[in-house]
């Protein structure tokens, strides 16, 4: 099972609103990501969580703040956001594979459609 | 610092042809690679991954790609296409962040019409 599961699919919300975007995932997986994809553009990391810790935050605008409260969750808390920030955002997760070639595999999950009015 | 190249922006090929599509890095170390496929409204989905041994990868939906060092290339291969594979083709390579966390560099992705 490489499942990592977001809610909601789609989110309309004004720019005074306060929502949340959902992920999780029960693949045992420590590292989870923030990723950011405009329309016919590649996805753009924002934020990785390491063991429930922040790691990276690639210079988001405060109005996103995420939040990882245990090892399957996480979360990306929107406020006050502006219309540019409509775009389709991309929970991953990954784990070093156990099998012999050692390396990492980053699995998405299918995105929340955000649409900021 | 890495990078990733996809060097065509559009595809279009016939359906039951078959199907090339490219991918450079650059990479200092022996690099972790990934093709994903992005069908439209959708997220991404791994379609399949290099790290050592064996250069010819094989991965889901009949795809393959090899691992080209010396050209530092790893190309998406299809023998025969099906118009359920037209998509955005992403290449990635993935570096260490530490901690056990990954950072994926995607090409600009390169966009994939079938014609029955």
């Known amino acids: 099972d490489t499942e990592v599961t977001q809610t909601p699919k789609h989110l309309v919300m004004g720019m005074t609103n306060k929502k949340s975007l959902k992920c999780e995932q029960h693949m045992g997986h420590r590292a989870m990501y923030w990723y950011k994809q405009k329309a016919k553009k590649p996805p753009e990391l924002m934020f990785v969580?390491?063991?429930?810790?922040?790691?990276i935050n690639e210079s988001v605008p405060s109005r996103f703040s995420p939040e990882c409260p245990n090892s399957s969750l996480l979360n990306l808390h929107l406020h006050a956001l502006q219309p540019e920030d409509s775009a389709l955002y991309l929970c991953?997760?990954?784990?070093?594979?156990?099998?012999?070639?050692?390396?990492?595999?980053?699995?998405f999950g299918e995105g929340s459609w955000l649409t900021v009015v | 610092a890495q990078s990733v190249t996809q060097p065509d922006i559009h595809i279009t090929v016939s359906e039951g042809a078959s199907l090339e599509l490219r991918c450079n890095y650059s990479?200092?170390?022996?690099?972790?690679l990934f093709w994903y496929v992005q069908s439209p409204g959708q997220g991404l989905q791994l379609l399949l991954k290099?790290?050592?041994?064996?250069?010819l990868v094989q991965g889901i939906k009949g795809f393959e790609a090899e691992f080209k060092r010396s050209q530092s290339s790893f190309n998406l291969r299809k023998p025969s296409v099906h118009w359920s594979d037209a998509a955005e083709y992403f290449c990635?390579?993935?570096?260490?962040?530490?901690?056990?966390?990954?950072?994926?560099?995607f090409g600009k992705g390169t966009k994939l019409s079938v014609i029955p």
């Open positions: 969580y390491s063991y429930e810790k922040l790691s």
């Open positions: 990635a390579v993935a570096t260490g962040s530490g901690a056990g966390s990954y950072q994926l560099t």
């Open positions: 290099y790290f050592s041994g064996d250069t």
């Open positions: 990479y200092g170390a022996t690099p972790y």
């Open positions: 991953a997760s990954s784990l070093r594979d156990r099998g012999r070639d050692g390396g990492n595999t980053i699995y």
